[in-house]
C-alpha cells in the first residue's frame, strides 16, 4: 500500500468513526451501515417512544449488558435523544391516537430505522393503514418479523433442578381467562369440553382473580392446564403455554396456531392439541385416559431429561434482542402496507 493510501485509508477512518453517514455513503453500500457500529465497536442506541401499556422498568447502567450480557447497546426512554438514536421502538397500544402519537414533526435522520412492536394477534392491531410508508422494521412474536422477539422458548439443555411429574393433584383440568366471549373459538370449545369433564375456572371473567404468587401454584394442582389463545392466529402462542402450563407443570391442551407450528417450537412431546380429536368429547376420554394412567401420563415430561424452556417478559431483554439481530437486518426496508404483513 502506497502511502498516500494509507493516508486515504486513514482518513476514511477517521471520518468514519465519528459518523455513521460518511461510512454509510462513502462505501455507497447499504450493507455496511450495520457493521459500522461492529468495526468502531460503537453502542447502538435505542429508544423506546413509549413504554408499552405505560408500565416502564428502569434502564439506568448499562442493562443489555448487566442483565443479558449483551454488549455495545444502550437502552433509553429519553425522547430528547431522538436525533441521535439509531433504532426508535414504536409500541402499537400506545399509536392509538394515530399519526399524532409520532415524531413527525422532528427531523428523522437518514440513518435511523423506525420499528413497530406488537405483541398482540392481527385482530388487536387496529387501524393500521395510517401508518404505511413509515416503519423500517416490525418486532413480534410472528417468526417471520424482522426482530422475533417470542412469548417463550425451548432450548435443547437438560433443566437443573429436578421436576415431579405426577404428584398427588386435587383437580384435573384448569383454565385462567380474563376476557371471554362467547364467539371466540376457546369458549366454544371450553363449553363443549366441560360437558364432558370439570374444570376449574380462575380469571376475571368468572370473578375468581388470582393474584400473581398463586396462579402457578393454582395451575399446579391439575393435571392439565388450557392453554387456549384469545386468537387463532399465525404462530401466536403466548405466556398462556410457556409459563401459565410449562411453568406450573401442567400438561398443556392447546388451542391456537395448528400443530405444526407448536411442534417446531414447544419441547417434543409435551402437549395435547385441541385439534388432534375430532370431537370435544374424544378430548375429554383421552384426559381422562390420561390422569388414570400414570406412564402414558409421565411420557409428557420426558422432554425435562433434554430440554428446558426459556421465558421471555422483561420488555428490556426484547430491547436488547434489536440490537443482537441489527448487523443482519435488512437495509431501506419499508413497510408501505404494514396491515397487509400483519394480517398475512
Ligand atoms: C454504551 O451504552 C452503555 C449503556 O447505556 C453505557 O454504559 C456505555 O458507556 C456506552 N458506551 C459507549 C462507548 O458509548
Ligand atoms: C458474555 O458474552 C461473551 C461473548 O459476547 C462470552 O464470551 C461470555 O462467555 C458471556 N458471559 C456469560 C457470563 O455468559
Ligand atoms: C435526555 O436527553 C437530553 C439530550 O441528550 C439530555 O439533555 C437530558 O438531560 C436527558 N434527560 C434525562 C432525564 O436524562
Ligand atoms: C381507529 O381510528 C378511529 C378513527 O381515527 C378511532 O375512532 C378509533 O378509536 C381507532 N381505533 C383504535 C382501536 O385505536
Ligand atoms: C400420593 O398418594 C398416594 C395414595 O394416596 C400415596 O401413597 C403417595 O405417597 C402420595 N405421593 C406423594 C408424592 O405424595
Ligand atoms: C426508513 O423508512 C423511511 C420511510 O418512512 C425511509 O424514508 C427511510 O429511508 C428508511 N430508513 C432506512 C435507514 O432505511
Known sequence: MTISGSQVL???????????????????????VQQYHRVFQKNISILLWHWPFGRSYRLNGNKCLTMYNISHCSLTDNTSTFSTADVVVFHHQELSSGLSSLPLHLDRPASQHWVWLSMEPPVNNANLTQFNGLFNWTMSYRHDADIFVPYGKTMLEREDIGFQAAPNRSCLVSWVVSKYRPQQARAVVYQSLKKYIPIEVYGKWNKKLLPDNKLLPTIANCLFYLSFENSEAKDYITEKLWRNAFQAGAIPVVLGPRRATYEAVA????????????????LAAYLKHVAADRQTYEVYFQWHHTHRIKIYTDWRERLCQICVKYPSLQINKVYQDLERWVNS
Open 10 to 32: 486513514i482518513l476514511f477512518l477517521i471520518l468514519s468513526s465519528l459518523s455513521p453517514l460518511f461510512y454509510y455513503s462513502f462505501l455507497g453500500h447499504k450493507l455496511y
Open 267 to 282: 419441547p417434543p412431546h409435551s402437549f395435547i392439541h385441541v385439534s388432534d380429536f375430532k370431537h370435544t368429547a374424544d
